[in-house]
């Protein structure tokens, strides 16, 4: 009996070594590739593009594919798309190179605030690929153009319904973290010119050390112990805003504060689902998708040439009632 008992628990412990070998293979496996997929023109296509996209785990991502690859496919143009398992960098140089590699015609990347993207970028353009940068910018490279929100613009917007949420008086933190984000230097100038406005109302900026939700939670606990009449949180990125409803949420005290943020990460759809944010501002990203997408034609049929280096799309600021009402997450 004691034979068969061992004999069965051995079988089990190799069992189970083997699935989780598996398992974990296959997670190593994933983490390693990227999401391709080419559409369905002919294979003598003339104009090849690549789309990169850097968060391929954000609601958005879905509906860019889907109108960029309807306009390609409208167009006669071959596309292939190319997720990012880790949207950081290293990531992003990578598959930069392969497209350089694969001499696409045209690029469409979402921009970053990096000599090393810059360094890319200009010698994508150098070997006769065109780089559109998309949802943000690097306008310090040879990109043709850029396509997508106008975050000055976001930042008046945001500002403007802050300052009707908390009735016009009163503290409002700007949180940012420390990097040098060109995106973030927009939206806090277009908040604070906006603010400006309203004499009543303090703008306390909020820095933190490095781009985690750890430095975002540490200050947003400042904020609150500094006695400031705090009224509202603005978070200027997702990692700030996660952090500081962390923060506010230990205390028990989100409910206190008309808490806002920017774009559409899972965790702010999260938070905004569940009443644990305000408001998020929002813009068309399919918008982005298909415009990106017929700008790159433009350039290489040479029509509308130069092309304007930006073009914006619309953004709205939707509160968690909107949000809900609207169904946006979907």
Same mark, same amino acid.
């Given at each position: 009996?004691?034979?068969?008992?061992?004999?069965?628990?051995?079988?089990?412990?190799?069992?189970?070594?083997?699935?989780?070998?598996?398992?974990?293979?296959?997670?190593?496996?994933?983490?390693?590739?990227?999401?391709?997929?080419?559409?369905?023109?002919?294979?003598?296509?003339?104009?090849?593009?690549?789309?990169?996209?850097?968060?391929?785990?954000?609601?958005?991502?879905?509906?860019?594919?889907?109108?960029?690859?309807?306009?390609?496919?409208?167009?006669?143009?071959?596309?292939?798309?190319?997720?990012?398992?880790?949207?950081?960098?290293?990531?992003?140089?990578?598959?930069?190179?392969?497209?350089?590699?694969?001499?696409?015609?045209?690029?469409?990347?979402?921009?970053?605030?990096?000599?090393?993207?810059?360094?890319?970028?200009?010698?994508?353009?150098?070997?006769?690929?065109?780089?559109?940068?998309?949802?943000?910018?690097?306008?310090?490279?040879?990109?043709?153009?850029?396509?997508?929100?106008?975050?000055?613009?976001?930042?008046?917007?945001?500002?403007?319904?802050?300052?009707?949420?908390?009735?016009?008086?009163?503290?409002?933190?700007?949180?940012?973290?420390?990097?040098?984000?060109?995106?973030?230097?927009?939206?806090?100038? /277009?908040? +604070? %010119? *906006? $603010? &400006?406005?309203?004499?009543? #109302?303090?703008?306390?900026?909020?820095?933190?050390?490095? !781009? =985690?939700?750890?430095?975002?939670?540490?200050?947003?606990?400042?904020?609150?112990?500094?006695?400031?009449?705090?009224?509202?949180?603005?978070?200027?990125?997702?990692?700030?805003?996660? /952090?500081? +409803? %962390? *923060? $506010? &949420?230990?205390?028990?005290? #989100?409910?206190?504060?008309?808490?806002?943020?920017?774009? !559409? =990460?899972?965790?702010?759809?999260?938070?905004?689902?569940?009443?644990?944010?305000?408001?998020?501002?929002?813009?068309?990203?399919?918008?982005?998708?298909?415009?990106?997408?017929?700008?790159?034609?433009?350039?290489?049929?040479?029509?509308?040439?130069?092309?304007?280096?930006?073009?914006?799309?619309?953004?709205?600021?939707?509160?968690?009632?909107?949000?809900?009402?609207?169904?946006?997450?979907?």
């Amino acid at each position: 009996m004691r034979k068969w008992l061992g004999f069965f628990l051995s079988i089990t412990c190799i069992a189970t070594t083997l699935v989780f070998t598996m398992y974990y293979t296959y997670q190593f496996y994933m983490a390693n590739q990227t999401d391709e997929f080419q559409n369905t023109a002919a294979p003598d296509t003339k104009y090849r593009l690549m789309f990169i996209a850097t968060e391929q785990n954000a609601p958005s991502r879905g509906r860019v594919q889907e109108r960029a690859l309807e306009e390609a496919q409208k167009q006669g143009a071959s596309i292939q798309f190319r997720n990012a398992v880790r949207p950081n960098e290293d990531e992003i140089m990578k598959q930069m190179e392969v497209g350089i590699a694969a001499r696409v015609d045209v690029m469409i990347v979402q921009g970053m605030d990096s000599p090393r993207f810059v360094q890319v970028v200009n010698k994508a353009s150098a070997q006769g690929i065109a780089v559109i940068t998309v949802f943000t910018d690097s306008p310090d490279s040879l990109r043709k153009v850029y396509v997508g929100a106008d975050h000055f613009i976001e930042g008046n917007q945001m500002a403007d319904k802050v300052a009707k949420a908390v009735h016009y008086e009163g503290a409002v933190g700007i949180l940012y973290d420390s990097k040098d984000h060109s995106y973030q230097n927009e939206r806090l100038k /277009g908040i +604070v %010119q *906006a $603010l &400006t406005k309203y004499p009543a #109302i303090r703008v306390v900026q909020a820095q933190f050390e490095g !781009d =985690s939700r750890d430095g975002a939670y540490r200050r947003t606990n400042d904020l609150l112990n500094d006695g400031e009449h705090l009224r509202a949180v603005v978070g200027l990125s997702s990692e700030s805003v996660v /952090g500081s +409803v %962390q *923060a $506010l &949420t230990s205390r028990d005290r #989100i409910q206190d504060y008309f808490v806002a943020a920017f774009d !559409d =990460s899972p965790e702010i759809m999260h938070l905004i689902s569940s009443n644990k944010i305000d408001g998020v501002m929002l813009h068309d990203d399919g918008d982005v998708g298909q415009t990106s997408v017929s700008l790159a034609l433009e350039w290489l049929r040479g029509k509308n040439l130069p092309l304007e280096p930006y073009h914006y799309v619309t953004n709205r600021l939707y509160t968690s009632e909107e949000f809900m009402h609207e169904n946006i997450a979907k």
